[in-house]
């Protein structure tokens, strides 16, 4: 409930929010309300604090003209009623209105179905005098055709004339049933849940006192995302760290100071303690009820010390100069503090508490990166185009998240970033890139007619030819596969390869090439796979 009035010593402070710092789970928020005091004041009201507001995490502090001893804090969780006459009244003289529509629409469905019976009775009541007159040649065939085609068009046009009458009366009966059950959510009391802040003090006597409170809240958090842009003749990404802002903490933060921060305030500062493993054999268990203990009031919190400095300035209004200029992208101040990174936005946030993700520009930056295609023909006869980006040695980590990525302004897909250091080198993968033509083809399979000391040979052979359809020179990582043993008495060997590689393990053979534009390039390799002429191979797909 209400207090109908505050007493003389206590007065009420009105306050907005001036920062907020959003971690991965929740929030911190700091108001700010400046106060006349008569010296007769032994506590201060804050109200309508929201109820995700952690109690235990409040701590108040502030200055003024005057001097002022800040005692003790304490949460009180308030229940209200909201008055609901004006928006009952608005809601019913809704519904009027849509009753109101819906009768003129009744009222023109009938006069057409009027209409329609009256053509429809001239049908029947002409149909006959019209045969006979024109059996007996009274009417020529065209006065015939035209009659009928003004009864054929007056009904059509009558028929879908009430059919939209009567769509548009289904849609108005929608719109009169979701205004009443609106109405009787609203005619259901509910009681409206909020926090208030009492904070008791001293005070010396008259004078301007400003109180600063700060709080937890939760459901609030932020996540990384980024927008990741190559530019192929450049070579460079253009890489926007963005932040997706998500809170429903039931209060809005309207040109706030936001900071994002990736420290865990709610994990505590100790770690975990490890407590007795037990294990033991299955019983029966009897459910006993028990009552939920009462929430525990919270501590008094220790005070800032008062000061007598001025009131606080008033931040100057941005002034809007009627010119074209160039759009900018906010650029968020960044702080590491051991593994904590705090990216301080510069510019005012406006988030409200829709529970929907709100994106935020944190900084963008330009890296060199390297270009180089890779193609796997066994498995697809396409090429796909990687980048191998570095992140700058003086910036700051990457934090896992979402990618959007983007070549040449088209849209390729996304990816999951993790946690990239300061330094790090990762990579992108932009997709099939048809520059590149590749061809894969068995050029030989030959049984040995003989046996070589109880065994049958088959021999295999590839080519493959890659074509460089690039206007530029292009670095290719080409991947083959041979096939793997798992019985001792099949024994695998690769003959010749061209250009020569090395065998690498579980049969890899990869090739790295340079191949100039406009050009081609030939691989060849040969293997062989032996085993003894009763023992049937299963798993070599060719």
Request: charged letters at 20%.
């Amino acid at each position: 409930m209400v207090n109908p009035e505050l007493p003389s010593w206590r007065k009420t402070v009105e306050s907005q929010i001036l920062s907020v710092t959003v971690y991965s789970d929740k929030a911190l928020v700091t108001r700010q309300g400046k106060v006349s005091l008569t010296g007769s004041e032994r506590s201060l009201l804050i109200s309508s604090l929201p109820v995700t507001l952690e109690p235990e995490s409040v701590r108040v502090s502030g200055k003024g003209t005057v001097g002022v001893r800040l005692l003790a804090v304490s949460c009180d969780r308030i229940y209200t009623t909201e008055p609901v006459a004006e928006r009952v009244a608005q809601l019913t003289r809704q519904i009027q209105q849509l009753e109101t529509e819906k009768r003129h629409l009744q009222a023109q469905v009938d006069a057409l179905s009027l209409q329609s019976q009256f053509i429809d009775g001239l049908r029947q009541t002409t149909a006959e005098p019209f045969a006979q007159s024109l059996s007996r040649k009274n009417l020529s065939l065209s006065e015939t055709l035209d009659f009928l085609n003004f009864l054929g068009s007056q009904y059509s046009e009558y028929a879908i004339a009430s059919g939209e009458c009567k769509s548009q009366q289904q849609e108005l009966d929608k719109q009169i049933q979701a205004l009443r059950h609106s109405l009787q959510i609203i005619q259901t009391p509910h009681a409206k849940e909020s926090f208030s802040l009492i904070v008791d003090v001293e005070v010396a006597g008259a004078g301007e006192f400003d109180l600063q409170v700060s709080y937890m809240v939760n459901h609030a958090s932020w996540t990384p995302l980024y927008d990741l842009r190559l530019d192929s003749i450049s070579k460079t990404v253009h890489l926007s760290y963005l932040a997706a802002l998500t809170q429903n903490t039931g209060e809005d933060w309207q040109n706030v100071n936001l900071t994002l921060s990736t420290a865990k305030p709610g994990l505590g500062t100790l770690p975990p303690k490890l407590h007795p493993w037990y294990i033991d054999s299955l019983t029966p268990q009897v459910v006993r009820s028990r009552r939920q203990p009462s929430p525990l009031l919270p501590p008094i919190m220790a005070m800032s010390a008062p000061s007598a400095e001025a009131a606080l300035p008033e931040p100057e209004a941005e002034i809007i100069e009627d010119t074209l200029i160039t759009a900018e992208n906010m650029v968020a101040e960044v702080s590491t503090t051991g593994s904590i990174v705090t990216f301080k936005l510069n510019g005012g946030g406006n988030i409200p508490s829709d529970g929907a993700p709100h994106n935020t520009t944190i900084f963008n930056d330009d890296y060199p990166c390297n270009l180089q295609y890779v193609t796997i023909p066994r498995l697809v006869s396409f090429a796909y185009l990687e980048a191998s980006v570095k992140n700058n040695p003086d910036g700051t980590t990457l934090l896992a998240g979402t990618a959007n990525i983007f070549r040449d302004n088209m849209f390729v897909g996304t990816t999951q970033l993790e946690n990239i250091a300061p330094g790090q080198e990762f990579k992108l993968n932009l997709g099939i890139d048809e520059g590149l033509k590749i061809e894969r083809d068995l050029v030989e399979r030959q049984v040995d007619k003989k046996l070589i000391g109880n065994q049958r040979r088959t021999t295999y052979a590839y080519r493959l030819i890659i074509t460089n359809l690039l206007n530029q020179e292009t670095d290719l990582k080409l991947t083959e596969q041979l096939p793997i043993s798992r019985n001792e008495q099949i024994k695998v060997r690769l003959i010749r390869t061209n250009p020569p590689i090395q065998l690498g393990e579980m049969g890899i053979l990869e090739w790295s090439l340079t191949i100039p534009p406009q050009q081609r390039q030939e691989i060849y390799y040969q293997f062989t796979v032996e085993h003894p002429p009763e023992l049937q191979i299963t798993g070599l797909d060719i």
